[in-house]
């Protein structure tokens, strides 16, 4: 990370190199992967049919949970920032694109949908609503800012106080259902809170030894994880579509509601072969590079990809006429599988070209604005960007 130097100070300002771990960037390549192949199979016909979709589902705890475990875990030091520090060094590298992006990517969106379907475009209220309720494919940006400030809200707490405090989300449950971002936070802040918070358990489980005992136990746990889901299936199948939530008095859950909060058990139960299953890519030759390289460049593969499948996948497609797309088709470009591997490409595409845009002046700076210095007093560096 960039950083001012002081004469003064030159033990401050070069600390000795730590050789960088591997498996939190391959856990973040991972994961993202896992977010761009979900989308795509989400808008190709027939994609959530396919078996990368159904790998992929397998390999949930690789996505988002594992993505916001690490988060924590390398956000231990808001724990020791002021809040002016806390917005110089963190929340300014997620608030800028986030509040610069997303009105692109509502409104292409919106655009889209409204010269499809001769429809009028939305307004102003629309576009804020989305901002603030997060309702755009870049709410993660939000939850991360966020998390951040109930993070550094949390650091007089004893770690286990905060964890369990990070709980109390569920009290919310009722107004999931008029905005998924409740459940967001049901399901991701725990999840974040013990990486922050327990990284030192974190980091012990990923670098000890890989035993028998815990590989089985892991694996355990896993399958565990999809145990309550099958449970889940079972109990709601049958079940009333609304009940009573005794936390919130007078008010109603919906069986969606409460699939959020299974959807928490199992995760957290999924979590541990999650980081094993990322210990050990991390060791493979040849994958391992390209997956870390990958996890370095999250933001504007996360940000570029929902972009190139709007312009080249759903624009053409509409003013086409559509193309029949079916797992079954004759013509190798007809098929499902073609049109969810050519997506996966364009959806990386449009990663480069936000990795191109960052590197253009002015442009740049609203994937990656220009450091706002905070400097602690008796600190020979100021940190700019995380």
């Known amino acids: 990370m960039p950083v001012a130097s002081n004469p003064a100070a030159p033990a401050l300002v070069q600390p000795g190199k730590r050789s960088r771990v591997a498996w939190p960037d391959v856990a973040k390549g991972v994961s993202i992967l896992g977010v761009v192949l979900l989308h795509v199979c989400l808008a190709v016909p027939f994609g959530m049919d396919t078996l990368a979709a159904q790998v992929n589902h397998l390999l949930d705890p690789l996505r988002m949970p594992l993505f916001f475990l690490v988060s924590g875990v390398f956000s231990t030091k808001v724990l020791r920032m002021t809040l002016g520090e806390l917005f110089c060094r963190r929340l300014w590298f997620f608030l800028v694109p986030y509040v610069l992006w997303t009105p692109v990517e509502v409104g292409l969106m919106d655009w889209h949908r409204a010269s499809y379907e001769g429809s009028d475009l ?167 590079p390209a997956l870390q390289f990958l996890g370095r460049h999250t933001l504007p593969i996360y940000l570029g990809h929902p972009l190139a499948l709007t312009i080249f996948f759903h624009v053409p ?49 609203t994937l990656k604005p220009p450091p706002v210095a905070s400097r602690r007093p008796g600190i020979g560096q100021v940190e700019t960007r995380e």
């Open 122 to 288: 939305a307004g102003a209220d629309f576009y804020l609503s989305a901002l603030l309720m997060a309702q755009n494919m870049y709410w993660f940006l939000y939850v991360l800012v966020a998390f951040n400030l109930l993070l550094w809200a949390t650091r007089k707490l004893p770690p286990w106080a905060a964890v369990a405090a990070s709980f109390t989300t569920v009290l919310a449950l009722p107004l999931n259902s008029h905005c998924d971002t409740v459940g967001k936070f049901i399901m991701y802040l725990p999840i974040f809170m013990v990486g922050a918070h327990l990284s030192t358990t974190v980091r012990g489980f990923a670098s000890g030894t890989m035993t028998p005992t815990k590989i089985v136990s892991a694996t355990t746990a896993y399958v565990a994880g999809f145990a309550v889901y099958a449970l889940w299936y079972l109990v709601s199948a049958d079940g009333p579509a609304v009940v009573d939530w005794p936390l919130w008095p007078g008010t109603m859950v919906e069986a969606n509601d409460v699939w959020t909060l299974v959807r928490t058990v199992g995760q957290f139960l999924m979590l541990p072969i999650a980081v094993l299953a990322a210990v050990g890519l991390a060791k493979v030759p040849y994958l391992s």
């Open 317 to 365: 497609m509409a003013r086409l006429g559509g193309v029949e797309i079916s797992p079954d088709s004759a013509d190798l470009m007809h098929t499902t599988q073609w049109w969810v591997a050519l997506c996966m490409l364009l959806g990386l595409a449009g990663g480069v070209m936000m990795w191109i845009l960052e590197r253009i002046p002015v442009i740049g700076w």
